[in-house]
């Protein structure tokens, strides 16, 4: 996110906008918590992972009061338009503020990878990458041992970061929301793998698979009874929402925000910078919402003969 407000206050400035920053997202709209930032404020901040203006989930923006506050924060600080940057919460939250008149602009950034209308979002391909370098490491100890590892990623209704993750990092099975698979089957297909000659076995389990077949500790106790191999569990957590982005990120958020600049410029508003095919796009603002699913099954089925 860094890349892409870096990239808006730079060229936002070439082409004459005078850039605000407001702090902490919703919350820092409803409380007035702003300040301009100018070229110079935002260097250095592209290799830094998260936001330096800081971000917030904020119930309050979803109350009638938190958005009349926000609304009155627009009018009083005269804000001429506003770029949200966000998932999809925050940009059902810019497409109500769209429908109350405000120049809004969304740009895509959740590592969930959930959003409609756009291939990418900001933030994914680094958490891709993170997950990638602990399954590296995971498989390591899990080969030298002969275990079979259950690493938890994130993902609460998305299985996008599971399923990628689990083929980028050569996983043998890949738990996600989208897909209902029994314990059973999973602890099956886990024995085939070491009956086939393997000497370890990485299942990747997306978060939002938890609510269906309970905790991931839960999960590795009927692998082992029912196999009776060792089994650990790893759960990777917020350790993929930071670090320093990848070069695909960097250059994503860089796009999306001059875009953001050179809409506002233009007087395009209402809408999300969308990425579709490698191009840059406009998605109405109102047609953004989950993608359902958020994974291609396709991949789903590579996933799984792949790690055979
Ligand atoms: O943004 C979505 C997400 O990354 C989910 O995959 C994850 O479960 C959630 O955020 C975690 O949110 P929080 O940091 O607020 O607990």
Not at 66 to 72: D, F, M, N, T, V
Not at 92 to 115: F, H, M, R, T
Not at 228 to 238: A, I, K, N
């Amino acid at each position: 996110m860094n890349a892409a407000v870096r990239a808006f206050v730079r060229r936002g400035w070439e082409l004459g906008l005078a850039p605000i920053g407001i702090r902490r997202g919703y919350a820092g709209l409803i409380e007035g918590d702003m300040a301009p930032l100018t070229p110079r404020d935002v260097g250095g901040v592209i290799e830094y992972g998260g936001t330096f203006l800081h971000t917030a989930r904020c119930p309050a923006f979803l109350t009638e009061q938190g958005r009349r506050k926000a609304l009155e924060t627009i009018e009083r600080e005269k804000l001429a338009a506003l770029v949200v940057i966000g998932g999809e919460g925050s940009l059902k939250g810019a497409c109500w503020l769209s429908e109350q008149g405000i120049k809004v602009i969304g740009l895509p950034a959740s590592i969930d990878n959930d959003i409609k209308g756009t291939d990418m979002a900001i933030g994914v391909d680094t958490a891709l990458n993170t997950v990638v370098w602990a399954l590296n490491r995971i498989r390591d100890t899990a080969l030298a041992h002969e275990r079979v590892f259950l690493v938890e990623v994130m993902g609460r209704k998305s299985g996008y970061i599971a399923l990628m993750g689990g083929i980028a990092g050569g996983a043998e099975i890949v738990l996600v929301p989208e897909v209902e698979v029994g314990l059973d089957q999973v602890a099956e297909e886990v024995s085939a793998g070491y009956r086939k000659g393997k000497h370890h076995s990485i299942v990747v389990v997306a978060e939002g698979v938890t609510e269906r077949l309970g905790p991931t500790r839960e999960i590795a106790r009927f692998i082992r009874e029912k196999t009776g191999l060792e089994v650990r569990v790893t759960v990777l957590g917020h350790l993929q929402r930071g670090g320093s982005p990848t070069a695909y990120d960097r250059i994503l958020g860089s796009r999306l925000g001059a875009r953001a600049a050179e809409d506002v410029a233009a007087g395009r508003f209402g809408h999300m910078v969308a990425l579709q095919r490698g191009e840059l796009t406009a998605v109405p603002l109102s047609q953004v919402g989950r993608k359902e699913p958020a994974i291609d099954l396709g991949l789903y089925r590579l996933a799984h003969s792949l790690g055979k």
